[in-house]
């Protein structure tokens, strides 16, 4: 079943590594065609962001690398999509 958005809160030093780094070895990952990375919160050492991937076929395992490999930190996966198209989510009612 082929992975089509994530939201994911990760977590990066304040210094490195720069959102644009970030985003564009996000954006370079298998299966990835856009991402938005979102600044949630920010304090003495670290920078706390929602990214949200899209694609048709994304490569989780290769997209937690690369993320890795900037020196961000993947904190939760906090959304997936996944099939033959996307479902939008609808807020429930309490």
Same mark, same amino acid.
């Given at each position: 079943?082929p992975?089509r958005?994530?939201?994911? @809160? ?7 590594? !720069?959102?644009?780094?970030l985003a564009?070895? =996000? +954006?370079n990952s298998p299966? *990835? ?10 304090d ?5 962001? @929602?990214v949200?991937?899209e694609g048709a076929d994304? !490569?989780v395992d290769?997209?937690?690398?690369? =993320? +890795?490999?900037t020196g961000a *930190?993947?904190h939760?996966t906090?959304?997936?999509a996944a099939g ?6 609808k807020?429930?009612h309490?």
């Open positions: 079943m992975i958005r994530l939201v994911l @809160d990760v977590d990066k030093t304040v210094n490195e590594p !720069d959102l644009v780094v564009n070895a =996000i +954006e299966g *990835v065609e856009a991402v938005n990375v979102t600044v949630t919160g920010i003495m050492e670290t920078v706390g962001t @929602d949200t991937v994304i !490569d290769a997209l937690y690398r690369s =993320i +890795e490999r *930190v993947v939760s906090d959304q997936v033959s198209y996307t479902v939008e989510g807020p429930r309490r």
